[in-house]
């Protein structure tokens, strides 16, 4: 099945500081989706994005499907934007999404 | 805005009994999916489910294990004899369509988690 990789796994960052997380995965994908999961387990939709870039609020994603990569970008974080964020793909395999293991991203005050 | 829920949010159980997780996909969506997360681990896989018939499950989908639309609304995960190993977080969630071509992105509900003691 196909293979997802997300880096860092894990990231300490100072509030206002700007960050990067990348989600590499090894097929063609119809579908990929950024998520938060945040202290209570829930699991916040933040992108769906399987090519191109977006943008919402401080957050940004873009996906370069013809190099399998996306990235996430979170600028001028804050201590709420800790948590756990996992990049999630769909194959032509099938309809399920596989998920990458997640950056887990503690901001501090 | 409409979301996915799920009941109950906790459920604990001892090994050997059966347990029903209870899921309400958004109104006008069409495929339904279950995906649980073991404490500290990857989101997984499990089934999905379109037109009241099961279209893919994962090799974690054995034959404890069974997925039901009792009515026009709910959508269950039934596992028959719970085992150490079932404890985790349950999601399901939910998606307008499935298709190469259309718009897909798949909503989570906030997740039932189970312990099995």
């Known amino acids: 099945g196909i293979q997802v990789e997300q880096s860092p796994p894990d990231l300490i960052l100072q509030e206002g500081a700007n960050s990067t997380l990348r989600c590499n995965f090894s097929d063609s994908v119809n579908n990929l989706q950024w998520f938060h999961q945040n202290p209570w387990g829930q699991l916040i939709n933040l992108f769906y994005i399987p090519s191109g870039t977006k943008q919402n609020g401080r957050l940004s994603a873009t996906t370069v499907a013809t190099e399998r990569y996306s990235l996430l970008y979170i600028s001028s974080s804050q201590t709420t934007d800790s948590g756990v964020y996992f990049c999630?793909?769909?194959?032509?395999?099938?309809?399920?999404?596989?998920f990458g293991g997640g950056t887990r991203l503690m901001v501090k005050p | 805005e409409p979301e996915v829920t799920q009941t109950p949010s906790h459920q604990v159980t001892q090994m050997g009994q059966e347990v029903i997780l209870r899921c309400v996909p958004i109104s006008n969506h069409l495929y339904f999916y279950w995906y649980r997360q073991i404490l500290g681990q990857k989101v997984e896989f499990l089934v999905s489910?379109?037109?009241?018939?099961?279209?893919?499950k994962s090799e974690i989908f054995d034959d404890q294990f069974s997925v039901e639309r009792p009515d026009g609304s709910n959508f269950t995960l039934k596992i028959r004899s719970t085992k150490l190993e079932d404890s985790a977080m349950y999601f399901c969630a939910s998606s307008q369509t499935w298709d190469r071509q259309s718009y897909n992105e798949q909503f989570f509900g906030p997740g039932t988690r189970l312990t099995v003691l």
């Open positions: 489910f379109y037109n009241n018939e099961i279209s893919e």
């Open positions: 999630a793909v769909e194959n032509n395999a099938g309809n399920m999404l596989t």
